[in-house]
């Protein structure tokens, strides 16, 4: 799981129906592992639950009026400072829903009425796959950081050699120069050359 096992879960609960909420509030209530810090009516209740608190996982109901609940999902997902575990609650079980559920980026599925012996391997499925989509999500962060300094680098090497008829080598050691001198990354020191020489 995310969290470690002394602390709550916080859990907001989305639905347009208060005995649904009342009923999913009272079955995660049983546990002393979760904690339901807000509920919410509809999508666009949601949504501005989340500008000021971001729960650790979200039950959402994916048929609502004003905004339902899979483009609540996406809305929250793109705006959110982290990815957020979303649990989709339906009544319906069309492979439709299902799949356009997933591409909003919801981790797990229950269908109405809801069993309690059904939540929490879903609450635990969906927070593990949280911890792994952040993993991986910092790996390709890491990743992307690489390419992105290695084009500097060679961009900059490029303008050096032609600058001042220097081979590779001698261009790469000018920039580890300057950049241990001026306490820079080369990624920095690069972005320096390549304003510097391409002003005109």
Do not use: C
């Amino acid at each position: 799981m995310s969290k470690l096992s002394d602390e709550l879960i916080n859990v907001l609960i989305v639905d347009d129906e208060p005995l649904i909420r009342m009923d999913l509030k009272e079955m995660l209530l049983e546990s002393l592992v979760y904690n339901v810090i807000g509920e919410a009516k509809d999508g666009e209740e949601a949504i501005k639950y989340l500008q000021e608190s971001e729960p650790d996982i979200i039950f959402m109901d994916i048929r609502m009026p004003n905004l339902d609940g899979i483009s609540a999902a996406k809305a929250i997902q793109e705006n959110a400072s982290k990815r957020i575990p979303i649990i989709m609650l339906t009544a319906y079980s069309q492979t439709d829903l299902v799949e356009q559920a997933g591409e909003a980026g919801v981790f797990a599925y229950l269908t109405k009425p809801l069993r309690k012996p059904d939540l929490v391997p879903a609450i635990e499925i969906s927070l593990a796959r949280a911890v792994e989509f952040q993993k991986l999500q910092s790996e390709l962060d890491k990743l992307n950081e690489k390419i992105t300094t290695r084009k500097l680098v060679e961009r900059a090497k490029g303008l050096l050699m032609d600058r001042f008829g220097i081979s590779e080598p001698v261009a790469y050691r000018r920039l580890q120069k300057e950049a241990m001198d001026k306490r820079m990354n080369l990624k920095e020191m690069s972005e320096i050359v390549l304003q510097t020489l391409t002003t005109p």
